[in-house]
């Protein structure tokens, strides 16, 4: 069985531009989660989407976005980029709330 | 606000030796999970605990969640060079998010 995937590996912007990042989730799993790991921060919760709405949001300004498809993959946009945005962005997956939340590999956002 | 109080943030032992890593928090969740990290990769899940005072193992590690399951604990017994690596502890609130902790750094030379 496939896991999370995620695209791209890595991603490079300069200050100011979009970025976009994509998840596909574990088949069966309606469920997407984004989280943000940072250098020195931790894993932070970003959003949360099920069945194409967004259920909880972390504590981040709203130039962090995303949607979810009917095939239940995920985009997470980050516009007005800034250079604390870089990180590593993990994009996870379960059938409900409180299953056991799957990790992708992630996608290493640069901003220069 | 949840926080989850991970220690120690980092641990460099030599292969054989015993460890044991702290996620301690003043707020109940109605489970935690603990995953390992690879540098550059996402996490993966090691175990779930669930119920309050349960031990679980598997190999030479040991996870146990306290009674009021506000706490937990991993033991790795004998460590070995191929146990080096991120672990984190994560609470699920039933929000639907994951509250991480800081993660604890572990070397383990040979």
């Known amino acids: 069985e496939a896991g999370v995937t995620q695209s791209p590996t890595h991603l490079i912007k300069t200050r100011g531009q979009q970025a976009t990042l994509r998840c596909s989730p574990i088949s069966g799993h309606t469920s997407v989660y984004w989280y943000q790991q940072a250098l020195g921060l931790g894993l932070q919760f970003l959003l949360w989407?099920?069945?194409?709405?967004?259920?909880n949001r972390g504590n981040f300004p709203p130039r962090f976005s995303g949607r979810q498809f009917p095939n239940y993959s995920s985009e997470l946009n980050v516009n007005a980029l800034e250079l604390e945005d870089s990180a590593l962005y993990l994009c996870a997956s379960n059938l409900w709330a409180s299953d056991t939340q799957y990790f992708g590999p992630g996608t290493r956002l640069t901003v220069l | 606000t949840q926080l989850l109080e991970q220690s120690p943030q980092f641990l460099s032992i030599q292969e054989g030796e015993n460890l044991t890593v702290y996620c301690n928090s003043s707020?109940?969740?109605?489970?935690l999970q603990w995953y390992r990290q690879e540098p550059g990769e996402g996490p993966v899940l090691l175990v779930t605990v669930v119920t309050g005072g349960e031990v679980k193992k598997l190999k030479r590690l040991t996870f146990q969640f306290g009674d009021a399951r506000k706490d937990s604990s991993l033991h790795i017994t004998a460590a070995q060079p191929g146990d080096t690596g991120l672990y984190l502890c994560?609470?699920?609130?039933?929000?639907?998010?994951?509250?991480f902790g800081q993660g604890t750094e572990l070397s383990v030379k040979p």
């Open positions: 707020s109940v969740f109605s489970s």
């Open positions: 989407y099920d069945e194409g709405e967004e259920r």
């Open positions: 994560a609470g699920d609130n039933q929000g639907g998010k994951l509250i």
